[in-house]
């Protein structure tokens, strides 16, 4: 059974709210071989929607492949991991874990999988010696183009937390991957990252070697009255209601954050359950939004701490909290530009809609530090 309002983790298609007009357009984007980059902070449903966006383009027929960069290490686990994951269109899945060369050579070395990919040339995966990591790379890059052309199939790549190559290889791996990539005819690349900041610089600074490589598209927010819509309709599938304030109150305290949105609404549905009650009061979200207050507790107290690391950040954030101008505090303009990037940087703050206006990503944090700091 499916769960009721997911959070923390990739919800279906059945709870990705009102990004229908936005998955049609990544899907024909990508189709076309166009390379997009999904830029935006973690926990807003970048992931939901890219796995949705993959599940159309494999009903479609393209071939398709995803690597979480967060979790790799070195450029040869890179080449490695993404390797497994194209040939795995081949192949089928492989459930243990393949981090290094002579672990995939293993996989590979089996007999069905040889017959599988049998035609692709894959000699240093079968070799006895010990390639260059950035051999590795290459081959895998080099496969997925390779793979596609003998199948007569369009691939797409999904390479998440995109920022992470900085840390992996530097530049000397950001020039190398785009003089592989961009000599693909078959492979279009689904780019996604939490920093949106650095994204920018990878793809929009001139001096950067993937400049101009892929369109950036931002998530957009999900409107008020499909976030009703949502809520109204998952109750209704298990003989709940909710009265018109207490949604309103939902909303106006998680401020359509979707993490926040869904544990809210997961934690008053749990509620109900539990009391047996058939519709949901305001008394009920507000128990519910203290609820995940204290499920958050912990992670915005490691949140705090790393932003109390860069000076003045924390009075600046304060500042935009309290709903004041971070350029009246006692700083110097420069130090408060300086908090601001970084804030922006690791997403706590964007930029609001008027000139000089910042506002809180994910408003609970905003009231945690009120009501912490």
């Known amino acids: 059974m499916a769960a009721v309002f997911p959070f923390g983790k990739p919800a279906g298609p059945e709870d990705i709210v009102d990004r229908e007009e936005f998955i049609a357009e990544l899907v024909e984007r990508l189709s076309d071989g166009h390379s997009v980059i999904l830029a935006g902070p973690r926990r807003i449903g970048k992931s939901s929607v890219a796995g949705e966006v993959l599940r159309r383009l494999r009903e479609r027929g393209a071939y398709t492949a995803q690597l979480d960069l967060f979790h790799v290490t070195s450029t040869e686990e890179f080449g490695v991991k993404l390797l497994r ?153 298990h003989d709940l209601t909710i009265s018109g304030p207490a949604l309103d109150t939902l909303l106006s305290k998680t401020g359509g954050h979707p993490y926040c949105v869904m544990a809210v609404a997961y934690n008053a549905y749990l509620s109900a359950k539990l009391e047996g009650v058939r519709e949901i009061t305001s008394d009920m979200v507000h128990f519910a939004y203290e609820q995940t207050m204290d499920h958050l507790d912990e992670f915005y107290t490691v949140q705090w701490a790393e932003i109390r690391r860069i000076q003045h950040a924390d009075a600046v954030l304060r500042a935009v909290v309290e709903g004041g101008q971070p350029y009246a505090l006692p700083l110097y303009p420069s130090a408060v530009s300086k908090a601001l990037r970084y804030l922006m940087r690791i997403s706590i703050l964007h930029k609001g809609t008027q000139r000089g206006q910042y506002e809180l990503v994910e408003p609970m944090f905003g009231d945690w530090v009120r009501r912490h700091t």
Do not use: C
């Open 85 to 237: 994951a194209v040939l795995e269109n081949r192949t089928g899945p492989y459930h243990h874990a393949v981090r290094a060369l002579r672990g995939l050579r293993e996989w590979l070395s089996r007999a069905e999988l040889k017959a599988k990919v049998h035609d692709l040339e894959l000699g240093l995966t079968f070799s006895t010696g010990s390639p260059d990591p950035e051999e590795v790379l290459e081959t895998a890059v080099n496969t997925a183009e390779q793979l596609a052309t003998r199948d007569g199939r369009q691939m797409v790549v999904l390479l998440d937390e995109f920022q992470e190559v900085d840390r992996i290889g530097g530049e000397p791996l950001l020039k190398r991957l785009r003089a592989l990539f961009q000599q693909q005819s078959r492979v279009a690349y689904l780019f996604l990252g939490s920093q949106t900041t650095l994204l920018r610089t990878i793809f929009g600074d001139r001096r950067q070697a993937f400049y101009r490589f892929a369109t950036l598209l931002q998530l957009p927010p999900v409107p008020e009255h499909a976030w009703e819509e949502y809520i109204r309709r998952r109750l209704a599938d």
